[in-house]
């Protein structure tokens, strides 16, 4: 009796699946990178910083003090948008193990045609032309526009579009007013994250 308790045990145990052992490191930070590059909205926010030394607050520059604008800064740069994507792909991989090794070839593979359209879309926007991404999709292979495609529009990608910072603006048909709403709300959920690290208060600003 005991004998066959243990093989039902064993048999039992092979069954079961091998739980996903968490991204190392490497992974965590390639994935990052990968993310940053579809959405430069840390190099955006540098540039700006760039052109005017009192920017976030050149409106109000009374209302903080050079140590809190320092950190502001440097909280809204390349840098500082880094440090929070990767906290947010350190959340997810513990969240969702099993899945980020196929997402992060997804990314890999989708990336650099993420990263040329929202380039371009900048681009379009600050000199007011239009853009027509099928004109950058030419040049993309059939992997990288299966990636794209699957990361935009799979439902099962959903957890991981909402990583990105893009969510279903892909999806959708609003074009260039969706696009910019993406940039928009990155840009201001990276704006209060700076103020509570720099203990600047909002209403300081309004």
Known sequence: MRVCLAVTAVLMALALPAA?????EKQIDEMT??????LPVGAIMEEAAGEN????????PDAVTPVQLACLRNELSRDGFRRVKRAEVVEYAVAHPGRFAEELQLARTAAPVFGSIVQAGIASA????DLDPADLMRTASADQLL????IARDPGYRDFRALSGFGDVLAGDGGKADGKSVGEMAAI???FQGMKACDVSPGALM
Not at 33 to 38: E, F, H, K, N, P
């Open 147 to 150: 990636a794209l495609l699957t």
């Open 126 to 129: 600050k000199t007011d032309t």
């Open 33 to 38: 990178d990968l993310l940053v590059s579809m």
């Open 20 to 24: 996903a052992a968490t991204p190392g």
């Open 189 to 191: 959920k990276m704006m």
């Open 53 to 60: 030394p009192a920017w976030p607050v050149q409106d109000k």
